[in-house]
Nanobody
Framework: QLQASGGGWVQAGDSLGLSCAAS????????VGWFRQAPGKEREFVAV????????YYADFGEGRFTISRDNAKNEVYLQMNSLKPEDTAVYYC?????????????????WGQGTLVTVSS
């Protein structure tokens, strides 16, 4: 089971850190990704990290602003978001990939957590 947390309401330019905690089983051998879905829009890829903490990829909008990391000992993955913009407003989901390396495609992810809402005001 996955649980994303850390969302909230912030102002443009602020930072926010999201966490994804896994329970019931370990996902240390799987890549873990973050996706988001804004109101009225389709879900989109945000970032992914490979099982050893390498193979990190970001969506273009996240490059230079977002940082994904993981702590396999804690079975947690994090997404640090800086310089937030109103267009970053969305529900953010974490998901466990079927394989150890990352993918930008939602269909490559087997387990999804409940999302956490991030609202960025201008």
């Amino acid at each position: 089971q996955l649980q994303a947390s850390g969302g909230g309401w912030v102002q443009a330019g602020d930072s926010l850190g999201l966490s994804c905690a896994a329970s019931g089983r370990t996902y240390s051998n799987n890549a873990v990704g973050w996706f988001r879905q804004a109101p009225g829009k389709e879900r989109e890829f945000v970032a992914v990290i490979g099982w050893r903490g390498f193979s990190i990829y970001y969506a273009d909008f996240g490059e230079g602003r977002f940082t994904i990391s993981r702590d396999n000992a804690k079975n947690e993955v994090y997404l640090q978001m800086n310089s937030l913009k109103p267009e970053d407003t969305a529900v953010y989901y974490c998901a466990v990939a079927r394989k150890s390396y990352g993918s930008r495609l939602a269909e490559d992810y087997a387990y999804w957590g409940q999302g956490t809402l991030v609202t960025v005001s201008s």
